[in-house]
């Protein structure tokens, strides 16, 4: 069985949580450290789409997310996740 990269552990990680397989505690608690762990191999494999995420799901989602209702939250991660999945769908990967 292959490895994932480091992008589709990036991209599960959020649709687990999206989907309700995990919940907004573990989200708010691992994404930062899987960002810092997998962050340099996804920049090596495609560095457009290693920012691209970095843009729509850290700074435009995680990072705006601290004072917001559990709803809240996870609307304004599912919307930064489908942008990123139409950046994505636009060339990027």
Known sequence: MPRKSAL???IEFVRDY???KSGRLDFDLDFNYYLKQNYSKMERANPDL???FLFYLAEEG???SES???KEHKKLIRR???EFISAMSDGLY
């Open 8 to 10: 589709d552990f990036m």
């Open 18 to 20: 999206l989907d309700g």
């Open 50 to 52: 290693a920012e691209c």
């Open 62 to 64: 995680y990072d705006k």
């Open 68 to 70: 917001l209702s559990d």
């Open 80 to 82: 930064q996740f489908k």
